[in-house]
């Protein structure tokens, strides 16, 4: 054989550069060695760590809401390192600027000009850090960045790297202070997930580690790179999705918008999250298909934080979560094919 029958088919990323063809196995077993790593710096949050991967591996963006001191910031520089990506962190304040973030234009005396400085947005995988206790317009300067993969600095305008994620943070508590997103925003996020409190075991594990460890760092090691991430997410493209699944996705997202206790139901691009992250949650449980087990194992996630309760309804706990579940006990589910459309 020769050497370019024997070498593995390249694919041309969408920074220009080359890298390795993945098969749906490959990304599936990667997807396991990247779990199992940050499995070694965030104990027992497995069906969270997967959702949040689930959202990469899509291509999106992840919303991480929950209460202070549950692995949030350390899930987020865990998925960076065991990924290979540049990782950033800034940390939302009331005074933040948007020029904080995107970066500006300074003058450079040497050369008599203005040069722009890149911000820290100029990143693999971006940690905005309590995104609700900085003003709208900083909260704004993400828009663009999340969307289009692009920053505009007075008119002119600078592309991101690829792949290029944001993994936020924000505490339901303490909202003295604080701005919450808009619909318009929250709705650029693929995915909103909680950690939840760990269990007494988890917790103890926590700490035992902590002795182990002898120290406070945590370090993950890199199981791919950026190249190899662009391959898995274009990977995840070729999964098979039968009619029957995604028009489960449109029914679900339909039945938000027509549900008495809400305000704005989920757009269309909540089916579209819906059915983007369902193909890359099937593929980190080692299948090339998705299933309606898998719609239903992202739709929380997927939809809840795209939907508005009825103002009165708040005082009795009636929220989007509880809405999507509702939606998930009525509509009913398409029969499970294996492998259907192959």
């Given at each position: 054989m020769t050497d370019?029958?024997?070498?593995?088919?390249?694919v041309i990323t969408p920074g220009g550069s080359v890298g390795r063809e993945l098969a749906l196995a490959e990304v599936s077993d990667l997807s396991r060695r990247v779990l199992e790593r940050v499995g070694q710096a965030v104990v027992g949050k497995g069906e969270s760590l997967e959702l949040?991967?689930?959202g990469i591996l899509a291509g999106g963006h992840v919303l991480l809401e929950?209460?202070?001191?549950?692995a949030k910031t350390l899930a987020a520089r865990s998925f960076a390192q065991a990924l290979g990506l540049e990782f950033r962190r800034v940390q939302f304040t009331p005074d933040l600027l948007p020029s904080d973030v995107t970066g500006a234009f300074v003058y450079d005396q040497k050369d008599s000009e203005f040069v722009f400085r890149p911000g820290p947005i100029f990143t693999g995988l971006l940690l905005a850090d309590e995104i609700n206790r900085t003003p709208p317009k900083t909260q704004a300067a993400l828009l663009e960045s999340m969307q289009e993969h692009q920053v505009t600095v007075e008119g002119q305008?600078?592309?991101l790297p690829v792949p290029f994620h944001v993994l936020a943070t924000a505490n339901p508590v303490e909202y003295e202070g604080?701005?919450?997103l808009p619909e318009a925003q929250l709705d650029r996020f693929m995915l909103r997930i909680g950690f939840g409190y760990p269990t007494a075991a988890e917790?103890?594990?926590v700490l035992r580690r902590r002795m182990s460890r002898r120290t406070e760092d945590q370090k993950v090691e890199a199981v791919t790179d950026a190249a190899g991430l662009l391959a898995a997410q274009q990977a995840v493209e070729t999964v098979t999705v039968d009619d029957t699944v995604g028009q489960y996705c449109v029914d679900l997202a339909s039945a938000t918008r027509r549900d008495s206790q809400v305000l704005v139901g989920a757009s269309p691009r909540g089916s579209l999250a819906l059915l983007l992250t369902a193909r890359a949650y099937a593929v980190i449980k080692g299948r090339d298909y998705v299933v309606p087990e898998d719609v239903k194992a992202v739709a929380v996630p997927a939809l809840a934080h795209r939907?508005?309760?009825?103002?009165?309804?708040w005082l009795h706990d009636v929220t989007g979560a509880t809405v999507v579940r509702s939606v998930l006990g009525a509509v009913p589910t398409p029969p499970t094919v294996v492998g259907a459309g192959r």
């Amino acid at each position: 054989m020769t050497d370019s029958e024997t070498r593995p088919a390249d694919v041309i990323t969408p920074g220009g550069s080359v890298g390795r063809e993945l098969a749906l196995a490959e990304v599936s077993d990667l997807s396991r060695r990247v779990l199992e790593r940050v499995g070694q710096a965030v104990v027992g949050k497995g069906e969270s760590l997967e959702l949040v991967l689930a959202g990469i591996l899509a291509g999106g963006h992840v919303l991480l809401e929950d209460y202070p001191g549950l692995a949030k910031t350390l899930a987020a520089r865990s998925f960076a390192q065991a990924l290979g990506l540049e990782f950033r962190r800034v940390q939302f304040t009331p005074d933040l600027l948007p020029s904080d973030v995107t970066g500006a234009f300074v003058y450079d005396q040497k050369d008599s000009e203005f040069v722009f400085r890149p911000g820290p947005i100029f990143t693999g995988l971006l940690l905005a850090d309590e995104i609700n206790r900085t003003p709208p317009k900083t909260q704004a300067a993400l828009l663009e960045s999340m969307q289009e993969h692009q920053v505009t600095v007075e008119g002119q305008t600078f592309p991101l790297p690829v792949p290029f994620h944001v993994l936020a943070t924000a505490n339901p508590v303490e909202y003295e202070g604080t701005y919450p997103l808009p619909e318009a925003q929250l709705d650029r996020f693929m995915l909103r997930i909680g950690f939840g409190y760990p269990t007494a075991a988890e917790e103890w594990e926590v700490l035992r580690r902590r002795m182990s460890r002898r120290t406070e760092d945590q370090k993950v090691e890199a199981v791919t790179d950026a190249a190899g991430l662009l391959a898995a997410q274009q990977a995840v493209e070729t999964v098979t999705v039968d009619d029957t699944v995604g028009q489960y996705c449109v029914d679900l997202a339909s039945a938000t918008r027509r549900d008495s206790q809400v305000l704005v139901g989920a757009s269309p691009r909540g089916s579209l999250a819906l059915l983007l992250t369902a193909r890359a949650y099937a593929v980190i449980k080692g299948r090339d298909y998705v299933v309606p087990e898998d719609v239903k194992a992202v739709a929380v996630p997927a939809l809840a934080h795209r939907i508005t309760v009825r103002p009165e309804l708040w005082l009795h706990d009636v929220t989007g979560a509880t809405v999507v579940r509702s939606v998930l006990g009525a509509v009913p589910t398409p029969p499970t094919v294996v492998g259907a459309g192959r």
